[in-house]
């Protein structure tokens, strides 16, 4: 059975089918709610239902009016009201799928492998900084993956792997994979970007592979010559986990408008820069985050524990935090239905 579902103070409305979620339904007929892992952790899609009822995924029933609904989780159950932080209509088919060729693997640390994709000539598919990609097998298995490039180069793509052992991607099919084989990829998903209207100083807060749509953004930031004060914090368990950090340190001696701060949080005898949870690194930094921005990839852990810290003790506004969790996907860690290889999205 169908169910209608209109968006307060709006003309949008949708239907949902038996089984399918909101956002997943209102992605279908082109209009796009805020988004990220899809899976109830990063809070991104978070709403609220001001009439009706839902039942979310492995939490039971809600029935409007209710707050703080994950609309990744919530199935209706009778038609709906939904106020969405926000809603826009999309063309549902600017995205596209093609058979990307791998012009480049390289390995940039211990386990992480870049992969620099090439679309077919003349075939260009545009994407926002902070968006990703899906690779689909033979088998009709799929991983996600951030594009770790810029905007304005949109006829390939850069990928960044975290290699995990046993995993269906990043170690078996990767490791039979090289330049000249092809990867089917669809794109681009995801809604996690930095608001281009504000002039609010930046924070980047990226765990390990989470540094690759962070990385876009950035590179996103050089292209336009925008001059927003950014300042990265990465953090990674040993210094050859910031595989990219020379480029960094050498982008914060040069532009005015970015600060970077590297932290490893194991031990690790040859790294002499800061050290412990790089959430922490910016609470010692920033004693009132009040005026910033928070842009956050990685752990859902990182994220939850940044949330809560810059929100709860630093004065951030909830509706400034915007995060992209990458949830494992395989190996003995992985959570059931997890949708990526890495943390997901994405990289």
Not at 152 to 166: A, T
Not at 204 to 220: D, E, K, M, Q
Request: proline letters at 7%; aromatic letters at 8%.
């Amino acid at each position: 059975m169908a169910y209608n579902v209109e968006i307060a103070d709006t003309d949008f409305t949708f239907d949902v089918e038996a089984g399918e979620t909101v956002l997943d339904a209102a992605e279908r007929q082109g209009l796009a709610l805020p988004y990220s892992c899809r899976k109830g952790v990063c809070n991104t899609c978070m709403g609220r239902i001001v009439e009706g009822h839902a039942g979310l995924r492995g939490k039971g029933d809600v029935s409007g009016p209710a707050d703080n609904v994950m609309f990744c989780q919530a199935r209706p159950q009778s038609d709906l009201t939904i106020a969405p932080a926000s809603v826009e209509k999309v063309d549902p088919v600017r995205r596209k799928t093609v058979s990307a060729r791998i012009r480049r693997k390289r390995q940039i640390a211990p386990d992480v492998v870049q992969l620099s994709l090439r679309f077919p000539i003349g075939t260009r598919v545009p994407f926002e900084a902070g968006q990703y990609l899906r690779v689909t097998f033979g088998d009709g298995q799929t991983r996600n993956y951030s594009m770790a490039n810029p905007p304005r180069k949109n006829d390939g793509c850069e990928l960044h792997v975290r290699v995990i052992p046993g995993g269906r991607f990043s170690d078996h099919a990767l490791r039979d994979t090289g330049p000249g084989d092809h990867l089917e990829v669809e794109l681009p998903f995801g809604t996690f970007g930095v608001d281009r209207d504000s002039d609010r100083p930046a924070i980047l807060l990226a765990g390990g592979t989470g540094y690759a749509p962070i990385r876009s953004v950035i590179a996103a930031q050089i292209d336009t010559h925008t001059t927003r004060p950014l300042h990265l914090f990465w953090g990674a368990r040993s210094g050859a986990g910031l595989y990219e950090l020379a480029w960094l340190e050498d982008l914060a001696a040069t532009a005015p408008w970015f600060t970077f701060t590297p932290v490893v949080s194991d031990d690790d005898a040859a790294w002499t820069g800061k050290r412990g949870l790089v959430h922490q690194a910016v609470l010692d930094h920033y004693g009132d985050l009040s005026g910033h921005e928070v842009y956050a990839c990685g752990a859902p852990g990182m994220i939850d524990a940044a949330r809560d810290a810059f929100v709860g003790t630093a004065g951030l506004p909830t509706d400034r935090f915007h995060a992209d969790a990458f949830l494992p996907t395989e190996g003995p860690s992985a959570t059931p239905n997890a949708e990526s290889e890495e943390l997901e999205p994405r990289t």
